[in-house]
């Protein structure tokens, strides 16, 4: 890398134990402002530096990439990378890793926490609360849906689908699964693959956990939405793309399915016309991986890729590592 120093740009704050770590081994220069970087800042912030560390929130695509030749690596501080043009990176010979493996448990307890949050009716119960309409118990008062017993539909058996299926055993759910890709998954988990007509006609519960690609832009789309049961739950802690919000918003006031969680957008930050109005809905503002520790651990994750290409050592989580051969 050029100078005596190698040089990191991190497009956002991240845990200082991540930031102390890179700045032992590079000179280390981080946005100030906790806002998203405009295009002509990430631009100018990736003209001089040796390795980016950006965010999911931050394009890097060829224009970005080409405003360094030098560029040695983009170390994405998210599972997902589908904000880094990795064909692009990889023409140009650029190494970029992703920081898989350590919020699965973190992103799964953020999902089952929507799903019980939205069939029990938890934030519309607080807000009743708050709002001084209770007036004491009462028979027919929010009645919610019951989770135990029922049959959790799993979308993407990666690592955070099993995740879930773990969580559902101790329910006594019956959980089923559709993965596009053939998936080998542990008996014990008793988890049934089905085809995706027959997961979205019997799940209770519907919960999204694939990638945002090409193929999976609107999966859950007005036509899978109408396959569902009128008393099912979506959940979706995926990529906001995956889900048509515009159909989704659209069946939710219909009654098309009984509710939704989502932790995720299709134009973040900015919701579907009509979502934040509807009752049968619970959202967070992506916080699925929002732990203090998950956090650390995806921040030094990212640094210790930084920090192997800096020394010539193995990338840890390379997504593309044709180009390292």
Same mark, same amino acid.
């Given at each position: 890398?050029?100078?005596?120093?190698?040089?990191?740009?991190?497009?956002?704050?991240?845990?200082?134990?991540?930031?102390?770590?890179?700045?032992?081994?590079?000179?280390?220069?981080?946005?100030?402002?906790?806002?998203?970087?405009?295009?002509e800042e990430l631009l100018e912030g990736v003209h001089w530096c040796d390795a980016l560390l950006p965010l999911l929130t931050d394009l890097i695509d060829?224009?970005?990439?080409?405003?360094?030749?030098?560029?040695?690596?983009?170390?994405?501080?998210?599972?997902?990378?589908?904000?880094?043009?990795?064909?692009?990176?990889?023409?140009?010979?650029?190494?970029?890793?992703?920081?898989?493996?350590?919020?699965?448990?973190?992103?799964?307890?953020?999902?089952?926490?929507?799903?019980?949050?939205?069939?029990?009716?938890?934030?519309?119960?607080?807000?009743?609360?708050?709002?001084?309409?209770?007036?004491?118990?009462?028979? +027919? +008062?929010?009645?919610?849906?019951?989770i135990y017993g029922k049959t959790l539909g799993i979308i993407g058996m990666g690592q955070i689908g099993r995740a879930m299926a773990r969580r559902a055993?101790?329910?006594?759910?019956?959980?089923?699964?559709?993965?596009?890709?053939?998936?080998? $998954?542990?008996?014990?988990?008793?988890?049934?693959?089905?085809?995706?007509?027959?997961?979205?006609?019997?799940?209770?519960?519907?919960?999204?956990?694939?990638?945002?690609?090409?193929?999976?832009?609107?999966?859950?789309?007005?036509?899978?939405?109408?396959?569902?049961?009128?008393?099912?739950?979506?959940?979706?802690?995926?990529?906001?793309?995956?889900?048509?919000?515009?159909?989704?918003?659209?069946?939710?006031?219909?009654?098309?399915?009984?509710?939704?969680?989502?932790?995720?957008?299709?134009?973040?930050?900015?919701?579907?016309?009509?979502?934040?109005?509807?009752?049968?809905? $619970?959202?967070?503002?992506?916080?699925?991986?929002?732990?203090?520790?998950?956090?650390?651990? +995806?921040?030094?994750?990212?640094?210790?890729?930084?920090?192997?290409?800096?020394?010539?050592?193995?990338?840890?989580?390379?997504v593309n590592p044709e180009v390292l051969s």
């Amino acid at each position: 890398m050029s100078g005596t120093k190698p040089r990191v740009f991190v497009t956002r704050r991240l845990p200082q134990p991540a930031l102390d770590r890179l700045e032992q081994h590079a000179e280390v220069v981080v946005n100030p402002e906790d806002r998203v970087l405009t295009r002509e800042e990430l631009l100018e912030g990736v003209h001089w530096c040796d390795a980016l560390l950006p965010l999911l929130t931050d394009l890097i695509d060829a224009r970005v990439m080409d405003e360094n030749a030098g560029l040695r690596i983009i170390a994405n501080c998210a599972v997902g990378y589908n904000n880094v043009n990795v064909a692009a990176a990889t023409v140009r010979g650029i190494p970029v890793t992703n920081t898989p493996g350590v919020l699965t448990e973190t992103t799964a307890d953020l999902a089952w926490s929507l799903m019980m949050a939205t069939a029990r009716r938890i934030v519309e119960a607080d807000n009743f609360l708050r709002n001084g309409q209770f007036e004491g118990w009462a028979p +027919m +008062m929010l009645l919610g849906l019951d989770i135990y017993g029922k049959t959790l539909g799993i979308i993407g058996m990666g690592q955070i689908g099993r995740a879930m299926a773990r969580r559902a055993l101790g329910f006594l759910m019956r959980t089923l699964y559709y993965d596009a890709a053939p998936v080998q $998954v542990e008996e014990w988990l008793q988890a049934t693959p089905v085809d995706m007509e027959t997961l979205l006609r019997e799940s209770d519960f519907v919960t999204v956990h694939v990638p945002l690609t090409p193929e999976t832009q609107h999966l859950i789309d007005e036509t899978a939405l109408g396959k569902m049961k009128d008393t099912a739950i979506l959940i979706n802690t995926s990529r906001g793309p995956v889900v048509d919000e515009a159909a989704l918003v659209k069946a939710l006031q219909e009654g098309v399915i009984a509710g939704a969680g989502l932790d995720v957008f299709e134009r973040e930050p900015a919701l579907a016309e009509g979502l934040a109005e509807l009752d049968n809905v $619970v959202i967070v503002p992506h916080i699925g991986s929002a732990s203090v520790e998950t956090r650390t651990k +995806m921040a030094l994750l990212a640094a210790d890729n930084i920090i192997a290409r800096i020394t010539g050592q193995p990338l840890l989580t390379c997504v593309n590592p044709e180009v390292l051969s």
